[in-house]
């Protein structure tokens, strides 16, 4: 398995030399590879291909997209490019649909766009990067948190991947993990999550490169773990939680959270304000990404003549009533509903009209 050089900090979206570097997700842990983004049409592929992945740091490539867009478009049209780069804002919106970090780093771009007048790079680049930046902060903050709660708890689990790799570094479920674990925490359970194998392939590697030690489960093994009260808390990411605490995450959070639920085992979700959409009442609202059937199938299915199909959502929404507690930046929601939610609405705006 390949292991990073020393000192090289695991960055899956970095603005280097003038361009967006992504680390390409589809092929580690054995290969570790890098492309350098140039181009709109580029972002939106590396999206949709999942060589960028994770509701964060899709927002953030989407932000240095917008640099790019601007860049080119500034270059063709000089000061007519604002009539041009909103298709391409637009190309960056709909390459994935159920993260909301994506239009909500591209709703602040956009903002920002409105107020430009001349060359607009560097004022999109600062954005940009306070994006990135202010998500590395509010990882860092949410581990504090995130492990105060578990306290002296020994064992957990997590689903798919949440760590630095989804996010602009750290993590927020991972996040809470390195936190906890430089606290004591024992013992750290990854489910495979199929099948695109994010933990197996991503987050025990992760987890390693930081020399944290975890053991890998098949997703249907969760149950048997908690039967056998081997974990005390699940913690997981999200993609989009509603004004009411249900909250969408890689498909199976659903089924871990119900069986947690079962036996006595507490669900922590850990994201972002920015992963919030308040526009959504209930998580009934959200819409849940279906990816290529090909995927799933084996390729002797594949055929014309085959009579095997397959159906495949990559995410699912937990009702707010199976989660313990929301931890965000702005502070933890405990047994999420709307009014909970209204609460840390509310002082997290007061805290960002303060800042
Ligand atoms: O399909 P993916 O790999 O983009 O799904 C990622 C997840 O579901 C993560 O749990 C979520 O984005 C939170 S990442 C901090």
């Given amino acids: 398995m390949q292991k990073l050089p ?3 900090q695991l960055q899956a979206v970095e603005w280097r030399n003038s361009e967006l570097t992504i680390l390409d997700q589809r092929y580690l842990p054995e290969v570790v590879s890098y492309h350098h983004l140039r181009t709109v049409e580029q972002v939106v592929n590396a999206i949709q291909t999942m060589q960028v992945r994770g509701a964060p740091a899709i ?3 989407a932000a240095y997209a917008v640099v790019l ?24 919106a709909d390459s994935r649909p159920t993260a909301v970090n994506l239009v909500w780093a591209l709703d602040k771009m956009s903002a920002l766009i409105e107020t430009i007048q001349g060359d ?11 994006i990135h930046q202010d ?24 689903h798919c991947n949440a760590g630095a790799l989804a996010t602009g570094g750290y993590g927020t479920a991972l996040g809470v993990i390195r936190s906890a674990c430089s606290r ?8 495979e999550t199929r099948p695109w194998l994010q933990g197996a392939r991503l987050t025990v590697w992760e987890l390693q490169q930081d020399g944290i030690a975890s053991t890998l489960i098949t997703d249907l093994a969760s149950g048997y773990l908690m039967q056998q009260g081997k974990i005390d808390w699940i913690i997981v990411g999200a993609d ?4 009411n605490g249900d909250t969408a995450n890689k ?31 209930s998580g009934e609202m959200i819409a849940i990404e279906q990816r290529d059937p090909m995927e799933l199938l084996p390729d002797s299915y594949q055929g014309d003549d085959s009579l095997v199909t397959a159906w495949n959502p990559v995410f699912d929404v937990t009702p707010a009533h199976l989660i313990d507690a929301i931890v965000t930046e702005r502070g933890v929601v405990f047994k999420p509903d709307e009014n909970g939610m209204k609460k840390l609405q509310s002082s997290a705006s007061q805290e960002s009209q303060a800042e």
């Fill in 6 to 8: 020393l000192n090289r």
């Fill in 59 to 61: 927002g953030i490539a």
């Fill in 69 to 92: 867009a601007a860049r080119h478009c500034f270059a063709q049209h000089g000061d007519g490019w604002k009539q041009t780069i909103a298709k391409q804002v637009n190309l960056l």
């Fill in 120 to 130: 607009p790079e560097s004022k999109l680049l600062a954005m940009a990067r306070q």
């Fill in 135 to 158: 998500d590395i902060d509010a990882n860092l903050t949410m581990g504090i948190y995130g492990a105060d709660i578990l306290g002296k708890c020994t064992a957990v689990l997590t």
């Fill in 184 to 191: 004591g925490l024992q013992q750290v359970y990854a489910t």
């Fill in 240 to 243: 989009r939680i509603a004004a």
């Fill in 251 to 281: 498909i199976g959070t659903y089924a871990l959270a119900t069986l947690a639920r079962q036996h006595g085992v507490k669900t922590m979700v850990v994201a972002p304000c920015s992963t919030i959409d308040w526009t959504l009442i």
